[in-house]
């Protein structure tokens, strides 16, 4: 069993969906109080909606993650709430997907912008409040696109790359303040970005010749690795990437 420490905050980007939904359900199962960062207020409304009607503590805050004004904003109003939010969950990111030549700079910035600079303007914010404590876990939702590319996905690609050499950055600014900072890599896993592939007999079944475990991962699978990193067992792991992915990156 897990431990957690009572009056934990966590802050979970992408929370209104998938990945970042079944993340802040789980942190929410654990005592954390959540705050579920989506750019829909109905998606983080709902998904905070759920996690008090189970029993646990949650809010809903609408942010586009990409506008760092808005990011500014957020944090500024969330840290008058909360003198430190101890977990952050930088998981938000969207697709844009196409070859090289037929890719539009404003699908290139989108993208970047969503998947990683969000996750400088998140960090820059809370952190800092984390250091004074002494006490923090950041976990980063990157890919194995990250790590092993993947055609028609330069821009997913190399925004997921970058949050792994940030992740590492962060690991040896913040080991000082006793500030972990992780990343998780999903491979492929069933969520509302995947429907497409997932159900379509015949893409799936050239995927998972890729995958030795020969099956699609569930969102729960992320949401369990990502819990551990910011419970108080994982107090000794920093700057590490962990592949969720099947066996795709081995």
């Known amino acids: 069993m897990l431990t957690f420490k009572p009056n934990r905050t966590a802050l979970v980007t992408g929370a209104g969906r998938g990945i970042g939904k079944a993340i802040a359900e789980s942190l929410a199962r654990q005592g954390v109080t959540v705050i579920c960062v989506s750019k829909s207020a109905d998606s ?51 697709t844009r997907d196409g070859l090289l030549f037929r890719m539009s700079d404003d699908d290139w910035n989108a993208v970047i912008q969503t998947n990683l600079t969000s996750c400088f303007y998140w960090t820059k914010h809370l952190a800092r409040p984390m250091t004074r404590s002494r006490w923090g876990r950041i976990v980063n939702i990157t890919s194995v696109s990250g790590i092993m590319g993947n055609a028609g996905q330069a821009n997913y690609s190399a925004a ?29 896993i069933k969520t509302d970005m995947t429907t497409e592939f997932v159900n379509n007999a015949e893409v ?47």
């Open 44 to 94: 983080c409304g709902a998904t905070a909606a759920a996690i008090v009607a189970a029993g646990g503590k949650a809010k809903a805050l609408a942010v586009d993650v990409a506008d760092s004004a808005a990011v500014s904003k957020a944090c500024e109003q969330i840290l008058a709430e909360h003198p430190v939010v101890d977990i952050l969950v930088n998981n938000a990111g969207i």
């Open 160 to 188: 997921k790359a970058g949050m792994i050499g940030l992740t590492k950055t962060l690991a040896k600014e913040f080991a000082s303040r006793a500030i972990t900072v992780n990343a998780v890599a999903p491979g492929f």
């Open 204 to 250: 799936s079944a050239k995927i998972l010749e890729a995958v030795p475990l020969k099956r699609f991962g569930e969102v729960q699978d992320i949401a369990a690795a990502a819990t551990f990193l910011c419970s108080e067992e994982a107090g000794y792991i920093t700057g590490q990437v962990f592949a969720i992915d099947g066996g795709m990156a081995m």
